[in-house]
């Protein structure tokens, strides 16, 4: 009897210890270079069933700040058979606030502590409180919300730029008369991508007026980037061509040239200063391709 009463507590503290083991991480293998697409492999359909936050490399730029915007692009897929949901590889990165109230409790936790650079997976598991009814794999790339290239030594009779500790730029006035043509001159040169004409670009940017050095337009004053079609600009369309991702660029444009958009009465006849940081350009999809390539369904 001691033998048998023995044995069933043995086998009893051997169930509880296995009880007690964490379950074995979902096995997800992510591979590509850095700023392309990536590949994503995993058994299908995947069980998930607390959420996992991995680091595929480190970043090696500036740490994420609480509070303030990140760039991202993401590729997120539907963990029960593999599909791509949503993706903006192809089309154009998101700028979010690092909040729990503007990414979720999972992205907020994926992201805190990471610096520009990184390259995260996120996994989760199929939710009633959120739109995903489905387990979701996501790896995300951190992007830069400033330029970061290397200095350039401006030309002669240009404006003085001085930037914060955020990067957000200020202009002193030259006290002379503004150039009758359009001027491009980099003030940090970058090593990405370079903008093709009909392009979609990201940029963080300041309009300022060239006789008093006011600014007039900022996307800094929230830290934001932005992204709109070349064409939207027409002066930037042509001064903006073929520089380079992660470039500062002033842009003189005088009154002759037309701005799209952000012209307003108050600049008429005014000669206005861009300071642009180029942040991300992507050649938009040919509609057919658009219509191909879009997900049936963001869950």
């Given at each position: 009897m001691r033998r048998l009463v023995a044995a069933c507590a043995a086998a009893a503290l051997l169930l509880v210890g296995c009880a007690a083991q964490d379950p074995e991480?979902?096995?997800?293998?992510?591979?590509?270079?850095?700023?392309?697409?990536?590949?994503?492999?995993?058994?299908?359909?995947?069980?998930?069933?607390?959420?996992?936050?991995?680091?595929?490399?480190?970043?090696?730029?500036?740490?994420?700040?609480?509070?303030?915007?990140?760039?991202?692009?993401?590729?997120?897929?539907?963990?029960?058979?593999?599909?791509?949901?949503?993706?903006?590889?192809?089309?154009?990165?998101?700028?979010?606030?690092?909040?729990?109230?503007?990414?979720?409790?999972?992205?907020?936790?994926?992201?805190?502590?990471?610096?520009?650079?990184?390259?995260?997976?996120?996994?989760?598991?199929?939710?009633?409180?959120?739109?995903?009814?489905?387990p979701t794999v996501t790896v995300l790339d951190v992007l830069p919300i400033r330029a970061s290239g290397e200095p350039v030594q401006p030309r002669e009779g240009m404006p003085a730029v001085t930037l914060d500790d955020s990067g957000a730029p200020s202009l002193a006035p030259t006290g002379t008369e503004p150039p009758g043509d359009l001027v491009v001159q980099p003030l940090l040169r970058g090593t990405g991508n370079q903008v093709s004409e009909g392009d979609v670009i990201t940029v963080q940017y300041t309009g300022f007026v060239w006789a008093t050095g006011e600014p007039f337009d900022s996307t800094w004053t929230n830290g934001s980037p932005t992204t709109f079609a070349l064409s939207d600009v027409p002066a930037w369309s042509e001064a903006l061509i073929e520089q380079s991702v992660g470039s500062q660029v002033m842009?003189?444009?005088?009154?002759?040239?037309?701005?799209?958009?952000?012209?307003?009465?108050?600049?008429?006849?005014?000669?206005?200063?861009?300071?642009?940081?180029?942040?991300?350009?992507?050649?938009?999809?040919?509609?057919?391709?658009?219509?191909?390539?879009?997900?049936e369904g963001e869950g």
């Open positions: 991480p979902p096995q997800v293998v992510v591979s590509g270079e850095a700023g392309q697409p990536p590949t994503v492999t995993y058994p299908t359909p995947l069980r998930v069933g607390d959420p996992v936050h991995e680091v595929v490399w480190e970043g090696t730029g500036p740490d994420l700040v609480d509070g303030r915007p990140v760039l991202l692009d993401f590729w997120l897929e539907d963990a029960s058979d593999a599909s791509l949901v949503k993706e903006t590889f192809t089309s154009s990165p998101t700028p979010r606030m690092l909040t729990e109230e503007d990414l979720g409790k999972d992205l907020y936790a994926t992201l805190s502590g990471q610096r520009v650079g990184a390259r995260l997976l996120q996994i989760s598991p199929a939710s009633d409180a959120s739109a995903s009814s489905y842009v003189v444009v005088p009154p002759s040239y037309a701005m799209g958009a952000t012209q307003s009465e108050e600049l008429q006849g005014q000669t206005i200063v861009f300071v642009i940081d180029l942040l991300a350009t992507r050649t938009p999809a040919a509609p057919d391709e658009a219509a191909d390539a879009a997900p």
